[in-house]
């Protein structure tokens, strides 16, 4: 799981989502709900990216509505590690 935070939130969703990319992991981000439209943005630009170059259509996803409670959810599932 990635969490963005309100500070460099389309920066930081690109890198995040490049560095899954890159180590070949699924992300799904958590962005702080005062940014999810430019982070969700900048999500989309690069999962059109990744999979028109051959990446699986789900490996960047995002909570579309973010709460605290979704969040905390994400982040403490034993299944998830974060970046």
Do not use: Y
């Not at 180590?23 to 999979?51: G, Q």
């Amino acid at each position: 799981a990635g969490v963005v935070p309100t500070t460099n939130p389309t920066s930081t969703a690109i890198f995040k989502a490049l560095l899954a990319i890159k180590t070949r992991n699924v992300l799904v981000m958590s962005p702080h709900p005062r940014a999810a439209k430019c982070t969700i943005a900048a999500a989309k630009i690069v999962l059109d990216a990744a999979v028109a170059a051959g990446a699986p259509p789900n490996i960047i996803s995002w909570i579309e509505k973010p709460t605290l409670v979704v969040s905390q959810a994400l982040m403490t599932h034993p299944k998830v590690a974060l970046i």
